[in-house]
Structures are given as structure tokens and as C-alpha cells.
């Protein structure tokens, strides 16, 4: 990733409005801030969020609260417990999350 063009800055997400997104169950909320082409985000799933479609899209994803399972296309599936990540590249390999108890995350795609 080549990061250029960002000067210095500080973000409080709990300044940063939060935009609802809903999945095949529960909700999503996102806290984002893009920086040219990198968009940055706290994520908050609800108990029980179960994503609504498989995502492409690579992300760098860090675990602070809760239990996030991913489920892979092929068939894998991983769990990230506080302080787990994961990253994947665009187009790489197609996921999707859920919870039971609720997520809280850090983004980076």
C-alpha cells in the first residue's frame, strides 16, 4: 500500500457521525473517514449480524470487542477474538461476517 498526499491528523470517532447499514439480520454501523483512496473505519455489528452478501473487497480488519466469525466462499471459516486481524487483497477471496454477541471493529480498505 503506498500512502501519500495524508498530512498529519488526528481522528475522535466518536465525532464521526454514524451511518446505519443493515444485514441479512442485525445492523452495522459505521464510523468512516477517507483519505484520498484508503477509507478508514470503526465498525459496530449488533448481536446477531449475519452480512448480507459476500464481500471482494480486501480489507486490513482488526477485532476490538466481541466475536467476529468469517466465512469464506470456499468453505473456510475463521474467529477473531479482541486483538485477532485479518487482512485479504481485493478480489482475492470472497467473505462474509456475522456475530451472535456483537463486534467492534478497526477497517482499513
Request: a negative charge; aromatic letters at 10%.
Amino acid at each position: 500500500m503506498q500512502i501519500s498526499g495524508i498530512p498529519f491528523g488526528v481522528t475522535d470517532w466518536s465525532q464521526v457521525a454514524p451511518t446505519e447499514h443493515g444485514g441479512e439480520s442485525g445492523l452495522a454501523y459505521w464510523r468512516a473517514r477517507q483519505f484520498g483512496p484508503i477509507r478508514v473505519r470503526m465498525v459496530e455489528y449488533t448481536p446477531g449480524y449475519r452480512a448480507d452478501h459476500w464481500c471482494d473487497k480486501g480489507h486490513i480488519l482488526l477485532c476490538i470487542e466481541g466475536v467476529l466469525h468469517t466465512e469464506l466462499e470456499d468453505g473456510r471459516s475463521i474467529t477473531l477474538m479482541p486483538g485477532m486481524s485479518y487482512q485479504v487483497a481485493d478480489g482475492a477471496e470472497p467473505h462474509r461476517s456475522s456475530t451472535e454477541t456483537g463486534a467492534k471493529l478497526f477497517i482499513v480498505d
